[in-house]
């Protein structure tokens, strides 16, 4: 038969190897949370230079927007991912891309006008905060709809607004599920790595149209209105030219660059000595360069040219 005093250090051994046991089970636990939160941390990355490629590569913004929701999903396989657009009036949302939600819900959707408690995008995009709806069927958000939405299969949202470099709502991005549910840490940091990447992406892509469109209006106006756009580089010793002046000097099959020594063979010898003083007038002052001369054309022909440039010192 134990003694009382065996008894007791059987029990605390007992007890000691318990903790032992949780302890160890406890950094088990750890570890593999650490290791998991490391793979998706690497996975988003890897989705961001993948972005950032297709950004590069001229990608259309569908297929950007597209290729980002699919990458969530995939991390995330029981959600499903939308990504609205404000329009330019920023008063309602239309449709980015959602791969895997219904169509038909989807449809609803597109145009929603925005507002304080209008489901979980179109209170994320007024509010300019997240959303988190964990039951679709009883929040008041989702009040005047929600049995189209339960219909559809969809019980659970939270929306994270997506935002230029100035914080500026551009859209949002939204994460579903088909039962209730609250969000799980990880999931609303993919809902809001989401949301960063296509920001970042929509900011880019926005920017270069807005590149291409302005040389657009120049080419337009140039053919308009005759002129062009020459830069100078004295390092170099060149001078490139567009199209418009290419025209204008009567080089329409040769190379839109030439050397200084081949510009000045154009100029008219009586102009030639004030558009040089001019120039280095405008270099030694910083000030801006302006001249009026004449050209020789190639037809043989003599064409009156005034020129502006800003001096930009490299």
């Known amino acids: 038969m134990l003694s009382d005093t065996t008894a007791a250090v059987s029990v605390l051994s007992a007890v000691v190897c318990a903790a032992g046991w949780w302890r160890t089970r406890r950094r088990l636990a750890e570890s593999r949370q650490e290791q998991q939160a490391l793979e998706r941390s ?102 005047a709809v929600k049995d189209f939405v339960v219909g559809q299969g969809l019980r659970a949202c939270w929306s994270v607004p997506i935002r230029d470099s100035t914080k500026n709502v551009l859209g949002t991005f939204a994460m579903y599920h088909r039962w209730p549910a609250k969000p799980l840490e990880r999931e609303l940091r993919l809902v809001e790595a989401g949301a960063h990447l296509a920001g970042n992406a929509i900011e880019r892509l926005r920017a270069e149209q807005r590149l291409r469109d302005h040389a657009e209006r120049m080419d337009l106006a140039e053919k308009a209105a005759q002129f062009g756009i020459w830069e100078l580089d004295f390092h170099s010793g060149t001078v490139a030219i567009s199209e418009g002046i290419a025209v204008l000097m009567e080089r329409t099959r040769m190379p839109l660059r030439l050397t200084i020594q081949e510009l000045n063979v154009m100029i008219h010898p009586d102009d030639l000595a004030r558009v040089r003083g001019s120039l280095e007038l405008a270099m030694a002052n910083g000030t801006p360069y302006m001249a009026e001369f004449r050209t020789f054309l190639p037809s043989g022909s003599v064409r009156w040219y005034r020129s502006q440039a800003r001096v930009e010192l490299a």
Do not use: K
């Open 42 to 143: 690497s996975r988003v990355l890897e989705e961001e230079r993948h972005v950032l490629e297709l950004v590069a590569r001229g990608a259309s913004l569908q297929e950007v927007l597209d290729t980002l929701t699919g990458a969530i999903e995939r991390m995330e396989p029981d959600c499903m991912c939308s990504i609205l657009l404000l329009d330019e009036e920023r008063r309602r949302l239309l449709v980015g891309s959602a791969p895997s939600l219904p169509a038909e819900f989807m449809r609803g959707v597109n145009g929603l006008e925005i507002g304080p408690d209008v489901g979980s995008c179109g209170s994320a995009a007024f509010r300019n905060e997240t959303i988190v709806v964990d039951d679709i069927a009883t929040d008041y958000r989702w009040a």
